[in-house]
């Protein structure tokens, strides 16, 4: 992606975390530093929203819990868009988790949308060509 080139002064300590960073992904300086950026931008516009590694690479998540916020819009879909059905189904979520991943949603609905793509993409021969030692022995 072709971006905007801008200096900027970092505090020591930041380059510090940032290098090291750079050291554990293998990503280059400037990638580590847009993902981060883009990060906070994110977090700052969506209270309530965290990004963590996961085993598909970093995601927003509800703060406070391990879950994706894909996840909740999903299911938020498949219950046409009932709130009440929402609470229900994450009865262990308060209205405040809920409604920070619908405002994520609000804000950044291609990259939830395709998540959820994503993720209908995966069925049980899918999971068996993926992962073979999953087959049945018998």
């Not at 085993?55 to 709130?83: C, L, M, N, P, Q």
Request: hydrophobic residues 35%.
């Amino acid at each position: 992606m072709a971006g905007v080139q801008k200096s900027l002064r970092l505090p020591p300590e930041t380059m510090k975390e940032i290098e090291q960073m750079v050291k554990e992904t293998g990503q280059d300086f400037s990638n580590v530093t847009k993902d981060l950026l883009q990060e906070a931008i994110k977090m700052r516009r969506c209270p309530g929203i965290l990004f963590a590694e996961g085993t598909g690479g970093r995601r927003a998540r509800v703060a406070g819990t391990g879950i994706e916020v894909w996840e909740v819009i999903a299911a938020y879909k498949s219950v046409k868009e009932d709130f009440k059905r929402l609470q229900k189904a994450y009865h262990w979520l308060s209205a405040e988790q809920l409604k920070a991943a619908l405002g994520y949603y609000t804000i950044y609905p291609q990259e939830i949308d395709r998540l959820i793509e994503q993720n209908e993409q995966w069925n049980d021969e899918r999971v068996r060509e993926r992962y073979p030692f999953m087959r049945s022995s018998s």
